[in-house]
């Protein structure tokens, strides 16, 4: 079945050791989005992609970047993870045709960050 | 920026009850989205709705898009312990480049008492 894929589901990393969190997706979408979701709240949106083009959300810390080497991966980057950035990272697609009725979002099953 | 207020924040509601809850916008959106995360998981895409006034069902799952396109319910009919999850309302808004942003409510926490 087409899907998005998120590795690893839970990730443990020590305070300031970088972290990579990957996404892959079956579905060919144009999109891929990257959110970030701490306990009790809304997916917070971090960046997405467009095709190769990179849209970071204003108030996205420079501590978080990420990558998209092809169509079916996206990777998160956390340069210097702090105590705060504990969460469930979210990965998302969409068709991205600029036609409304296609622009529903996926989502991953999420990786579960936890900084010690 | 956009927001969205979505209530009720919980509910505890009887296995066979009916459950309702909605999300209000000050702002239009193009498309409403109704979202289920169980825990530990993402979301999950329930029910788009695309056109003002719009009302679509999914099996147990009833939604539909507010005239003014700035506000949408979910009911659900004959609540079972497997609702049990954080519903999440959220609007779309086209952001350029070709793709689109959602926005979410805070969501609504249900809990199905057997």
């Known amino acids: 079945d087409a899907m998005v894929i998120q590795n690893p589901r839970y990730q443990v990393t020590q305070f300031g050791k970088p972290v990579t969190l990957s996404c892959s997706q079956t579905?060919?979408?144009?999109?891929m989005y990257w959110y970030q979701q701490k306990s009790s709240q809304a997916p917070k949106l971090l960046f997405h992609?467009?095709?190769?083009?990179?849209?970071n959300e204003a108030d996205t810390p420079d501590n978080f970047q990420s990558r998209r080497p092809n169509t079916s991966f996206c990777f998160l980057d956390i340069r210097s993870p702090g105590l705060g950035d504990a969460a469930m990272y979210l990965c998302?697609?969409?068709?991205?045709?600029?036609?409304?009725?296609?622009?529903?979002?996926?989502f991953g099953p999420g990786t579960r960050l936890t900084v010690t | 920026g956009q927001q969205l207020n979505q209530s009720p924040q919980s509910m505890f509601i009887q296995e066979g009850e009916d459950v309702s809850m909605n999300c209000t916008s000050s702002s239009i959106f193009n498309t409403w989205l109704w979202y289920k995360q169980d825990p530990g998981e993402g979301p999950v895409l329930l029910i788009a709705l695309y056109k003002a006034g719009e009302l679509t069902s999914n099996g147990r799952l009833t939604a539909q898009f507010g005239i003014t396109r700035k506000d949408s319910f979910l009911n659900i009919s004959a609540s079972i312990p497997s609702d049990v999850g954080i519903y999440f309302c959220?609007?779309?808004?086209?952001?350029?480049?070709?793709?689109?942003?959602?926005?979410f409510g805070k969501g609504t926490k249900l809990s199905v008492i057997p």
């Open positions: 959220a609007g779309t808004a086209y952001s350029g480049a070709g793709s689109y942003q959602l926005t």
């Open positions: 998302a697609t969409s068709r991205g045709s600029g036609n409304r009725e296609l622009d529903e979002q996926y």
């Open positions: 992609y467009y095709d190769k083009d990179f849209n």
């Open positions: 579905l060919n979408h144009n999109v």
